[in-house]
């Protein structure tokens, strides 16, 4: 059988977990007997239109260093991008420019890399394929830290952001305690809709450590009356009061609790700011004792130093199977994890149809936040400690992790 052509590209936020998922595809494809080149494309879907594509064999043809290295680098190595594409019933002509790229490099397998926008870009070109009956196969690998696509038992890369998480939330903990004064630290999260990685925080608690006392998830409304009570109520019992908040949350209006709110992006999602400032300003002017606000801001993305080699092991697993999709002939599907068991945690891997995952989003069940929605259950904490054991072998140079250059993206 004569051997064809792949490309991989990766798209969206990053996070520790999605190198470990391009080095399945990378390792899997080079071993395997139906593909010549794998190619990578710089920036998302935007590369194939710019035409900024790289050969990958070159870098990782057997090379199993640089295979593990880039397991376990962080971010992505191929760059990446927020790109909508438009409908190409009314225009059709980047879909054009881009099959035409994919015929003229013999390319019939297509792995896109990311989270709910991008498997928006899997479904639109697997719909275009088809109506032009091009022979290719397309599959969606998903990631995304904030664990909300549907389908999916859970996300590369979100187990890693909880475990920088809740690491960090028992840092501020230790931060926090030494001083016996009153005080207020609130914590915020990323997760505009979703508040997984914000429930994560709930791991930092042990036998001595009860942070973060109160917990406000995106899909409780959330009343700042009941969050100045809430404080004042454990103020009167603990003298340090840590806050872990989604940057979602919102009232009963859905107005957010955000001081700002940037224009929304290319597909439609709002950028938010300040959600941790904007309380930290509450409880100065209500309460009136000491208080911080501690934003993670980008830091919760890719934190290689603190990731979870369960993560970084599926998602590279995740990888591995999209390329024997491909070969069985597969396409238009995202790859997803099946739990099977918590104990011992064992999970299996399939697939679903991409159209029933692009543009949607998975919500926290409601019935894992407690009924005043100032915390989660056990059900949560149950859910979440598989997702972050372990801890991947990380080579240092200097002192400092020696990660693969990705000097073809500055």
């Known amino acids: 059988m004569k051997k064809q052509n792949c490309i991989v590209a990766q798209s969206g936020g990053p996070t520790a977990a999605i190198n470990a998922s391009l080095a399945g595809v990378i390792d899997a494809a080079l071993k395997s007997n139906s593909f010549h080149t794998v190619y990578g494309s710089i920036n998302g879907i935007q590369g194939v239109l710019q035409h900024k594509i790289i050969s990958l064999n070159e870098t990782f043809e057997n090379n199993p260093d640089a295979i593990h290295t880039l397991m376990t680098s962080p971010a992505m190595y191929l760059g990446s991008c927020r790109y909508k594409l438009p409908d190409f019933k009314s225009n059709p002509t980047q879909y054009e420019f881009i099959f035409e790229t994919f015929r003229q490099m013999d390319i019939h397998s297509f792995f896109y890399i990311g989270g709910n926008d991008s498997m928006d870009t899997v479904d639109k070109l697997s719909q275009y394929a088809k109506s ?30 909880a475990k920088f998480v809740a690491t960090s939330m028992l840092e501020i903990a230790h931060d926090t305690y030494i001083f016996d004064i ?139 199977e999209a390329v024997k999709a491909a070969e069985m002939g597969l396409t238009s599907i995202m790859l997803t994890l099946n739990r099977e068991n918590n104990h011992p945690y064992t999970i299996s891997i399939g697939n679903v149809p991409v159209s029933e995952v692009a543009n949607a989003a998975k919500s926290v069940p409601i019935e894992w936040i407690n009924e005043s929605g100032n915390d989660v259950t056990e059900e949560m904490i149950e859910y979440l400690l598989p997702l972050i054991e372990g801890e991947p072998h990380i080579r240092f140079k200097n002192g400092i992790p020696d990660y693969l250059s990705i000097k073809h993206l500055i």
């Open 182 to 320: 009153e005080s207020v630290t609130i914590v915020e999260i990323m997760g505009r809709d979703a508040g997984w990685l914000t429930a994560s925080a709930a791991l930092a608690r042990n036998s001595y450590n009860h942070a973060p006392d109160l917990i406000y998830l995106p899909e409780h409304d959330f009343s700042t009356f009941q969050f100045v009570n809430d404080l004042n109520t454990l103020l009167k019992a603990n003298k340090n009061v840590i806050v872990a908040v989604s940057e979602g949350v919102h009232d009963e209006q859905g107005n957010y609790i955000c001081s700002t709110q940037a224009a929304a992006d290319k597909f439609g999602h709002a950028q938010l700011s300040g959600t941790g400032k904007t309380l930290e300003h509450l409880v100065k002017s209500t309460i009136g004792c000491k208080v911080r606000s501690i934003e993670l801001n980008v830091l919760q993305r890719s934190a290689m130093h603190i990731s979870s080699l369960t993560d970084i092991t599926e998602a590279f697993q995740l990888g591995s």
């Open 132 to 161: 032009i009956d091009y022979d290719i196969c397309i599959i969606g690998i998903p990631k995304t830290i904030d664990n909300d696509l549907m389908e999916t038992d859970h996300t590369p890369g979100f187990g890693s952001a």
